[in-house]
């Protein structure tokens, strides 16, 4: 659900070869109801990925970011991530990212945080930063 130019993929990448990003998905914003069949199938190949590295027995740590926008927007059922987080190794931690986590999913987890805005520069016109936004 995001671009590959957001901060802290740039961030990531300084990591490398420790940290891997895998961006999925088309350039621009989807709006809730006018997914094109591509953000299906880009979803759908972002899981199957995601279940591609969590099996393969070589990382920590795996980061979903956004899952939870996808799961609203209805690129990906429910089910399919519960699926997902039943076969979970022992070993690895998973993190879902975004707004409005379904409850289920919620109940799934072992910690869930809020993150919500209480003011913003952007409400003053204060335009993305860098280093800060991006």
């Not at 899952?67 to 070993?91: D, M, R, S, T, W």
């Not at 799934?108 to 204060?126: C, N």
Request: charged share 30%; hydrophobic share 40%.
């Amino acid at each position: 659900m995001k671009t590959p130019d957001y901060g802290e993929h740039k961030a990531f990448r300084r990591l490398a070869p420790e940290v891997e990003v895998k961006t999925f998905g088309r350039k621009g914003f989807i709006h809730r109801g006018g997914a094109r069949q591509e953000d299906y199938e880009q979803a759908r190949a972002a899981l199957a990925f995601a279940r591609e590295a969590m099996q393969r027995g070589s990382i920590d740590v795996l980061i979903l970011d956004e899952i939870n926008n996808a799961l609203y927007y209805g690129l990906l059922a429910e089910e399919e991530v519960q699926v997902f987080l039943k076969e979970k190794p022992a070993q690895v931690e998973v993190v879902l990212t975004g707004r409005n986590a379904p409850p289920g999913i919620i109940a799934a987890a072992d910690l869930v945080t809020e993150m919500r805005q209480i003011k913003h520069p952007y409400e003053k016109g204060i335009k993305a930063r860098k280093g800060i936004e991006y």
